[in-house]
């Protein structure tokens, strides 16, 4: 259930969106990268955990550490000077640096198992840390008459459109071309050119997401998936609305088709051009 967030101006009210939808789209990105490792792992794919693993861990550097550390700089400071959220925000500085640690242990796994573990507590503290986020963060400024959220915004643009320094959270090492991205399936090892099996392609059941930010985690899950690889969605009715945004978002770029159609669930299989 969505929480209902009071803001003072117009321009706050569109940021609360903004930020809540910016969200959905990362746990959807990060979801479906989880479920790839955990998938391959389950199923004793060593060369498709370890593209999965650094594929994952290549995203958080480019996405999620730099997000964590925007909102330090950013949006933390000012919830942090209303004694009512003094604490919260202290406990949420922790949980960017466990996110951090747990992105390492990622990387320097000594195997599958321990790798899918750790990505497993990852989207685990994300889910939970965006959802304080949500229902508690964003309300403090958005109702406040002494805080621009739609100014903190701004200011988070400008930081993840540059290079910050400072905070709890390191900036990311490392960027990967697109190209040099693996493409699902083995990675590329076994000759197999890297798409992944129908049967094992990630899936991300939207049925479980919130009516108000479930696109915009489907976009977010999309968006990460790689040149040559895919995911199955999961949804509730005939997602004929969505492919519709999907194909405007990016004309071409997915090959789109039914694996059921009802009436229960709709499984829709996306690949990537």
């Not at 969505?2 to 003072?8: L, R, Y």
């Not at 903190?152 to 990311?172: D, F, K, N, R, Y």
């Not at 995911?231 to 088709?257: C, K, N, T």
Request: net charge negative.
């Amino acid at each position: 259930m969505s929480m209902v967030v009071v803001a003072t101006s117009a321009a706050d009210a569109q940021a609360v969106d903004a930020v809540k939808d910016h969200h959905a789209q990362l746990a959807g990105a990060l979801a479906v990268q989880v479920e790839s490792l955990v998938d391959a792992a389950s199923r004793g794919d060593l060369p498709g955990a370890a593209a999965a693993a650094e594929a994952l861990v290549r995203w958080c550097q480019a996405e999620l550490i730099p997000h964590a550390l925007a909102e330090e700089q950013a949006m933390y400071p000012k919830a942090h000077e209303d004694p009512r959220a003094r604490l919260l925000v202290d406990a949420m500085l922790a949980e960017h640096r466990d996110l951090v640690e747990l992105v390492e242990a990622i990387r320097n796994a000594t195997g599958p198992v321990r790798a899918a573990a750790s990505a497993q507590a990852l989207k685990t503290l994300f889910d939970s840390h965006l959802v304080k986020e949500n229902d508690q963060i964003l309300p403090l400024l958005a109702g406040s008459s002494e805080v621009s959220l739609a100014d903190i915004l701004g200011g988070m643009h400008e930081l993840l459109g540059g290079t910050a320094q400072g905070g709890s959270v390191e900036a990311p090492k490392t960027e990967t071309p697109e190209s040099e991205a693996p493409k699902g399936g083995c990675g590329g090892a076994c000759g197999c050119g890297g798409q992944a099996p129908d049967d094992v392609l990630p899936e991300l059941d939207a049925r479980a997401v919130p009516p108000a930010i479930r696109h915009a985690t489907i976009f977010g899950a999309l968006d990460s998936v790689g040149p040559g690889s895919g995911m199955v969605l999961v949804a509730p009715h005939d997602p004929l609305p969505l492919l519709e945004q999907v194909e405007q978002r990016s004309p071409g770029l997915f090959s789109i088709d039914y694996l059921e159609r009802g009436p229960e669930a709709w499984r829709v299989r996306f690949v990537r051009a």
